[in-house]
């Protein structure tokens, strides 16, 4: 069965500075997508990144850029110029990529707070 | 930007009471799931549904649970019997046919209160 760990619950992070947040992961399939989702107070689930498996370049949305590591099966978010808005949970999780309907499995979330 | 829909926001009801979540899918989505995140937990997998049958279900969806898709717009959670442990919130979330970027989109939850 796959499995998605998150090993850091809490993590903090100084206004302007860097952060990274840990994900790894466990499956025997070679296809698949992995995501971070962004949940702030409000609770709503919002799509920070994604990565495909097959793409060897690692994905970047502007500030966030991930570090994927295939044969590790590790997925870290790395945040830059860190911003107050930016204090949320963040889900790592993990979704096959031949079953069209695959469900979304989730990470324990790591809880980011960002001090100004 | 197409988004997904739930209501009620929060909902409070007394144990043993009937319980109906509804979502409004993306229009052009085919795939539909829930979600249940208890206060201060992970995001757990309920159900998924296509083509107008469970495709995949956990072992937390019991008989207590049920699923429908009453017309071409809504995609309904029934929860028959409502226990204290199901205070949670709920998130329906939606996918297109074909794997497009492969994520779900999540509507902005269902805050279930059991007394």
């Known amino acids: 069965a796959q499995t998605v760990t998150q090993s850091q619950p809490e993590m903090s992070v100084q206004e302007a500075e860097t952060v990274t947040l840990s994900c790894t992961y466990d499956?025997?399939?070679?296809?698949?997508?992995l995501f971070w989702y962004k949940q702030p107070p409000s609770r709503q689930m919002i799509l920070v990144i994604r990565?495909?498996?097959?793409?060897?370049q690692n994905a970047t949305e502007n500030r966030f850029s991930v570090n994927f590591q295939k044969a590790a099966k590790s997925f870290s978010l790395k945040i830059s110029d860190s911003q107050l808005g930016d204090a949320a949970m963040y889900f790592c999780?993990?979704?096959?990529?031949?079953?069209?309907?695959?469900?979304?499995?989730f990470g324990q979330g790591t809880e980011l707070s960002v001090k100004p | 930007e197409p988004e997904v829909t739930q209501t009620p926001s929060h909902q409070v009801t007394q144990m043993g009471q009937e319980v109906i979540l509804r979502c409004v899918p993306i229009?052009?989505?085919?795939?539909f799931y829930w979600y249940r995140q208890i206060l201060g937990q992970k995001v757990e997998f309920l159900v998924s549904?296509?083509?107008?049958?469970?495709?995949?279900k956990s072992e937390i969806f019991d008989d207590q649970f049920s699923v429908e898709r009453p017309d071409g717009s809504n995609f309904t959670l029934k929860i028959r019997s409502t226990k204290l442990e199901d205070s949670a919130m709920y998130f329906c979330?939606?996918?297109?046919?074909?794997?497009?970027?492969?994520?779900?989109?999540f509507g902005e939850g269902s805050r279930l209160t059991v007394l």
């Open positions: 979330a939606s996918s297109e046919l074909g794997q497009g970027h492969g994520e779900l989109f």
């Open positions: 499956t025997s399939e070679s296809d698949y997508y």
């Open positions: 990565q495909e498996a097959y793409k060897q």
């Open positions: 999780a993990y979704r096959v990529g031949y079953n069209q309907g695959g469900k979304l499995i």
């Open positions: 229009s052009n989505h085919l795939y």
């Open positions: 549904f296509y083509n107008n049958e469970i495709s995949e």
